[in-house]
């Protein structure tokens, strides 16, 4: 891909190719010189100089390969070399924080999950530096060159600055993290939504891979939507991910950690969905869910046995998610949804009311050769965190920074 030459963006134009070949390379290596420079539409010239950068970078190496169909000597061809460059990556989530260490391939090193209290006396932006402290002492035997930091999480986030500005599950206000991660550890932060970053990770490695339009919707501790629109992950200002569970469908419901009343989170978040099965459940004596541990399994397990309450339960918050994804299908088109959720341990009850609301409620040309599915990966780990970092490369921020030492 060549890069538009504008006057005052010579930098600029570097970094997009160098990402643009070191992308080729990850995606096609073994690969030669000459069809690098077909791939990306860069002159032969252009692609030794980045190819040649690379090498005395160590961040790809020669190797030789066979041609398909060719019967001759092996040919010359690039690929990376990653292993001994590591990145943070990590995800905090409801009472805990997962923290690995990933080489850029995104191969796992090590991971760690964390108890992290949403109740503490010290600040949580404390507690976190603390812990990144810590992992990193545990593993310095393990540590090779490290590169950067991602973390991924809930909330309102401003991205392009590390700030969060509100989590669900703990007190935060405008909570200075990127600034205060990249301080500690003089490496570059990337921050991100956990939706955001988990659309990203399935774009990259997982079930959207290869598709142009894609609406992936989580609904789990919280609900909101990640686009993938013309192949590329939906940019809103800072943020990546679609705030559908801010969207209210009842102005008379329950307040939630937003602010305002009534939102989708506040019916179709797996906390709040089992607060209404509790309550549901006093009145149905014939439950097979009374008497055992209310669970978000056990709720799945019970609709798949025909417990009329487990399903209600999940029909309901399907057909709350459905009737939002029915205006998303309307406004982006999508060749396929992914529904990301412990939810979908009842797929076969779940997908079917979200697919009924979706085909009642959009355009019949839009809907109906629609697909629904699984995420491949889960709300949990830290895929989301590596896929930052994979695009970091990709579009050269992070990969001018290890050319320039």
């Not at 252009?46 to 160590?58: D, M």
Request: proline residues 4%.
């Amino acid at each position: 891909m060549i890069a538009d030459a504008q006057p005052g963006h010579i930098d600029q134009i570097k970094q997009t190719n160098a990402g643009a070949v070191y992308r080729l390379i990850d995606q096609h290596g073994p690969i030669s010189r000459i069809e690098l420079s077909k791939r990306a539409q860069l002159a032969p010239a252009s692609i030794t100089k980045i190819v040649r950068e690379l090498l005395e970078a160590h961040l790809v190496r020669e190797t030789e390969y066979q041609e398909v169909g060719s019967r001759g000597r092996p040919a010359v061809g690039l690929e990376l070399d990653s292993e001994a460059w590591h990145y943070l990556s990590a995800r905090i989530s409801r009472g805990g924080i997962t923290l690995a260490l990933r080489d850029l391939s995104s191969k796992m090193v090590v991971e760690e999950q964390l108890p992290l209290a949403a109740e503490h006396e010290e600040p949580l932006l404390t507690r976190i530096l603390t812990e990144v402290d810590q992992f990193f002492s545990r593993h310095q035997r393990r540590l090779e060159r490290l590169t950067a930091i991602a973390i991924t999480l809930p909330g309102m986030i401003d991205a392009a600055n590390g700030i969060v500005h509100r989590m669900p599950f703990y007190a935060v206000e405008d909570m200075p993290l990127g600034p205060a991660l990249s301080s500690r550890t003089g490496l570059p932060v990337f921050l991100q939504h956990d939706i955001g970053a988990w659309t990203m990770a399935e774009a990259l490695y997982g079930a959207s891979r290869g598709c142009q339009n894609v609406i992936q919707v989580v609904i789990d501790h919280n609900v909101g939507a990640g686009v993938i629109t013309g192949g590329r992950v939906l940019h809103t200002g800072s943020q990546r991910v679609v705030e559908i569970g801010h969207t209210q469908i009842d102005p008379y419901g329950k307040r939630c950690y937003c602010g305002n009343h009534g939102c989708l989170e506040t019916v179709a978040s797996t906390e709040n969905m089992l607060e209404m099965a509790q309550q549901r459940l006093q009145l149905s004596a014939n439950s097979t869910l009374r008497g055992q541990p209310l669970t978000v399994e056990s709720l799945c397990d019970a609709a798949l046995t025909g417990d009329q309450l487990a399903k209600d339960i999940i029909l309901s918050v399907g057909h709350s998610v459905g009737r939002i994804l029915a205006i998303m299908v309307n406004l982006f088109n999508p060749e396929k949804i992914l529904i990301g959720s412990p939810l979908n341990r009842a797929a076969e009850i779940l997908h079917p009311a979200i697919v009924s609301c979706i085909q009642q409620q959009s355009l019949p040309i839009y809907s109906q050769a629609l697909q629904v599915e699984s995420t491949q990966f889960f709300n949990q780990g830290t895929m989301p965190g590596a896929a930052l970092v994979k695009e970091a490369l990709y579009n050269g921020s992070l990969l001018v920074k290890l050319l320039q030492g």
